[in-house]
Structures are given as structure tokens and as C-alpha cells.
């Protein structure tokens, strides 16, 4: 599970840098809830490890909260939300 959220998050982080070349942002309406859900399963599986090793959940984590932060801010200064 945590090899899955950690493929996800850099899967919504290459999401996010396509997103932000010039007539592409609106691929952020399709990358904010990519890596929404991305972000809920690395918070499941940090919750669910049992091991010590939880890199892979963190950085999970850290790549889809920042990859949805940073295409709601896109969105927002390219008037895609208004």
C-alpha cells in the first residue's frame, strides 16, 4: 500500500509540472482530485502500517498535498476559479 501512494503521489506531481505549461492548466480540474484521493490513500496507509518503515506513506503524503496545492493555486491565478 505504501508503494501504491508513493507511485500515485509522483504520478500527481508530474501531473502538476505538465499542468503548469502554458494552454495545459486546465489539466488541474483532473489533477486536484487525482491527488485528493491519492492523498487518502497514503493517510490509509500510514494508518494501517504496522512496520517501522513509513517513508513511502510520507512522502506520498508530501507530493499530493503539494501537488494539489500548488494546482489550486494554478487554477486560481490562470481564472480557472473564480
Known sequence: MQILSLVWGIL?????LIAFFPCLGSLNWLNIPFACLGLIISIIALATTKNKS???SIAGIIICGIAMLFGIIRLIAGGGIL
Open 12 to 16: 500527481a506531481g508530474i501531473g502538476m
Open 54 to 56: 513509513i517513508g513511502g
